[in-house]
């Protein structure tokens, strides 16, 4: 089936920008969860949700990073005023209900570059 | 300091090479433990996962945790070109399926044949 996808790919932005980068989790998973991964560094947590409650958003970097998903499938990772150590990959990860800590379903990832 | 130790390499082996790869661990809460392969411009893949100290065994893999020394390993035997990747461990908190992943930096190998 089809899995965790994520768009755009790809994204430029000039430092100030604001940009929204979506996920489209695997169907009927309830858990989402986005990371971000620098260049040469491991991924790194950023915000978990169950349905469409935001349960931990303890790794959101600054107020600048909003994330939402708002009917509990889609979710958008906003960033306002960008700026260059935004750059990085942001990842989208999805679990199904009753999944054990290793089942965690990663998207491509968007690759987003402020310049 | 980081909760969670990986070396970065990058590592180059030849092909059929017995590869190790290792992290290491300060925070003792951690209990459940994966290893994932990440290819050029994709998202992690699950590669192998343990719970408790030990070894797990599948096919050209072995994960080998050791909690009282903070220290996993993950071997891979006959590796292959195809074995080219990165290679991430991971470690969770809880055994459910919402919580979050805290990742090593990633080690680079290349098998060269």
Partial sequence: GAGVSQSPRYKVAKRGQDVALRCDPISGHVSLFW?????????????????????????????????????????????QRTQQED?????????????????????PGTRLTVT | QKEVEQDPGPLSVPEGAIVSLNCTYSN??????????????????????????????????????????????????????????????????LGGGGNKLTFGTGTQLKVEL
């Fill in chain 1, 35 to 79: 990371y971000q991964q620098a260049l040469g560094q491991g991924p790194e947590f950023l915000t978990y949700f169950q349905n469409e409650a935001q349960l931990d958003k303890s790794g959101l970097p600054s107020d600048r990073f909003f994330a939402e998903r708002p009917e509990g499938s889609v979710s958008t990772l906003k960033i």
């Fill in chain 1, 87 to 107: 750059s990085a990959v942001y990842l989208c990860a999805s679990s199904p209900e009753g999944a054990k800590f290793y089942e965690q379903y990663f998207g």
């Fill in chain 2, 28 to 93: 003792s809460a951690f209990q459940y433990f994966m290893w994932y392969r990440q290819y050029s411009r994709k998202g992690p893949e699950l590669l192998m996962y343990t719970y408790s100290s030990g070894n797990k065994e599948d096919g050209r893999f072995t994960a080998q945790v050791d909690k009282s020394s903070k220290y996993i390993s993950l071997f891979i035997r006959d590796s292959q070109p195809s074995d080219s990747a990165t290679y991430l461990c991971a470690m969770s908190k």
